[in-house]
């Protein structure tokens, strides 16, 4: 069924549909410049609101981590608003170097989901240990949408320029972070959840209002993190834990405490969490899962105790 | 002396019996609570059962026990035929109904689904984990509203603007309902929201990746909330047949698969008056340590089950001590 | 003691024979054979365990505490491609935690690909080891691991039918216990001859178009009896022929993901994860072959096996297969169990009948 839904060259102005959703957060300046360098255009699902999670649920396996909810929440209100929507599959960039399988899968979820709609679905394959990385993947890519392997590696190159500026500026902001007076927090959550407008970016937002600095982990030098996370826990293998789990230990002295906020029921957290409360024991941590409740009272009341021990503690109450 | 056969339904909350002629024919039935005495109540449920059967008529060839407690009341009565309640559900509902595509079902404990095709049982999935969106959960909900659960269906019917509660998961929903209520929605609006929760959760979880076609019937102990049932008709948007005898509809379905199978056991009212005993013992006899409950005659072991292997295995016929 | 270790590995189904004669034979380590998992286990596990942490943790935890306490001073564990392969490392800190003192040998430290490194781990077991000796009984191992799924296979296959009852059970629990004693290649090919012999002598009493059902799912919730409440047990005890593709012999050692992924190649593009082009695979190859059913067996929160679940509801709605959705955890009861395994058997031997 897939074979039939990949895609054909066109020279057409094509659109491409964007979940925002998952690693939309990870690579939505690579993908917007990929495809605008090529004379695509995007078309980007709305914030994430009530009516996604909805339909997103109704699509996805009730067991299902409720970000594969609201994924296909995303995808479902792409659906027919586009010539394509882009779901890549991203396993690994190496050994212990790991996605969580979820994104190996998501492509196919999709395909399998949604599979009575005449949408077509792009994707594109990062698989280092089998000999896939980044750029061929976005090669492969761009030939399937009708370029040339040079006008598709120009593009590549010329977006990858455009994330690893984007990427710097980034860190230099969340960097100036540390620095700032007032209580410190650091939110240990993937950015999927964290930066999510129903679900994660209500408690950073609340947060704020509380007088705190929330300050994302997930934004840190990647390549240090993956460094310093190989020392605190040397079989952890998930590419984005690593990163959260490195940029704690980097990080640990500059702030008040962590949040670590997860999206029911994520796999590689119910483990990592275990984790990174028992490796950082003394700094007073807030264990979060978030379900689909649109009512934060319950959230906000042990939000708000979490300052006060913290606030009690450097003694500002 | 015509045919007759006896079914009974043993659920943990109520505790239900008919019996029917060749015909499938009702001659007598009853439904009373079982709390918490399967026994006691199988037998309560006798005595109704005899004063409403014409003996002179018919007699007693095979009984069918079926529900939670299947295996101790069929101890007890020495039924002809045990079986569970999805499939003596499906019977009967399939009887009653022969076009019948869907079957859906919200009891105590469980909730399932059942798709038919041509009078058959095709497929069928029940719930997977917890007990959200369940009979339990809507009654212990009506306790922290401070109504009664067979209200609910009223109450909810009044209500223009359902609240939205999560209901993926028992816990989840208890705390988002306590904040639902102390964020001041009205009454009439939260318990219409249960009642669409209940529905979506039942949908997302035992209905994900099922064609529910129509004819559609509702049963078990929720199908009486009417606030349950509409919101099954909106989210399905088709009718939504409740039967009035829907509560019976495990008990007769396994009175018919009494009747169908060819074991025959005339049955005697006599049972009301003897002794019955359960008894659990822990076999202790390695770290499982399971609980084994033995069934006891007028003293005598009938029948035992709860071990998971041959070492606690007990012989019928062992005398109960003291 | 030479720095011979006495090691475990946390108990896994009949795989538990091939370590043990992979350990002592292989590497010259004792093997403590890990005690047979019991509510105990899983309790303990599971209150050591993360809430939210896949099922398999928890037991394979809690009987890492049985192993310990049944006498063994170093537990070994696998690597693995989805949660399984950060289990140990959590697993060890959690019992150190506990204050629990032990070696541990993680696999997961040496999943660099390269012999050298496995050999490495091997060798903190028994520092003398003989790498020829080694990988002589590895191979030794690997066919008795092949020679076990097969013993598996035929036993559920037929102890449905036995005319005695129990005599299936009796051939291949003497070939377990033959198997354990067992020291060299040739008493564990004398075994294996001798299992198929007498279990071939049993008696059947088997219809000619008898149910099928195919189990898929996660590797170690479908594989594992304890773990799955004996499930495959429970289903061929109603007279059902039950087969299952996944095991060791196909997932690790004849393991032909490439071809099976083009045979599925209509329903994905990609390997979704672990086990999830296998068990596709079975279950397209067990609907296409005119099974009445298929049991997908997996432990709550199992990420991998939650993703094939679309791709299984399109091949039991393309095929015409009801697909029996089981998940597992700490709670599970026996007898909610076996009510929908009941109502299972009864659905599809009225199908059978009608259709």
Redesign the interface.
Known sequence: MQKNKGAEPVKKKITIGIPRAMLYYRYEVLWKNFFSILGADCVISEPTNKEIIKSGTAAAIDEACLCTKIYLGHVKSLIGKCDYILIPRISNFGIKRNMCTKFEALYDIACNTFRKTSQKFLTYNVDVIEDCPEEKAFIEMGIELGFSKKEALNAYKEAKKGETESLKNHLKANESLYKKNGLKILIVAHSYVAMDSYIGKPVTDFLKKLGTVPIMADVVDRKDALKRSAKVSPTLKWELSRELVGSIDEHIDKIDGMVLMSAFPCGPDSMVDEMIIRKFRGKPILNITLDDQDGTAGLETRLESFVDILRFKGGTL | MKEAYLGIDIGSISTKGVIIDEDNNILASSYIWTEGNPLGSAKKLLGILEEQFDKETYQIVATGTTG?ARNLVGAMVGATMV?????AH?IGTTTLYPDVRTILEIGGQDSKIILVE?G???????N??CAAGTGSFLSSQAKRLGVEVEEFGDIALKSTHPT?I?A??TV?AE??L???I??GHPKEDIIAGLCKAVV?NY???VG??K?ILSPVVFQGGVSKNIGVTAAFKEALGCDIIVDENGHLMGAFGVAILAGRSSKRKVFDFSVEDMEFKTRDTNCGR????CEIICVYRDGVLIDSWGN?CDRGAIKIGTKLAN | MNGVKKVSFPSFTHYNYAFKYFMENGVGARYIMPPQMTLRTLDRGTKASPDYVCTPFKTTLGSMMDCLEAGADTIFMSMGLCRLGYYGELQEQILRDMGYQFDFVNLSEYSTGKRRDYIKALKRLNPRMSVAKMMLVLAETVKLVEQLDEAEAMYYKNCGFEKVKGSCKTAIKRYHTAVETATTGRELEAAYKKFKKEFNDIELDKPENPLKVGVVGEFLTAQDAFSNLDVEQKLADMGVEVYRYLNATSRMFHYKGKNLQVETSEYCKYDMGPTSTINIWAAKNYASHSFDGIVHIKSAGCTPEIDIMPVLHNISEDYKIPVLYLTYDSQTSDTGLATRLEAFYDMISMRKKVL
């Open positions: 939670s079986k569970n309640e999805i499939t499906a041509n058959v049982a095709i497929d069928y999935a029940m997977t984990l939205q999560a993926r998961c989840f705390s988002d306590v904040h639902k102390q964020m979506s949908l997302n979880n994900k990746g064609k390695c770290p499982n340590n998971r």
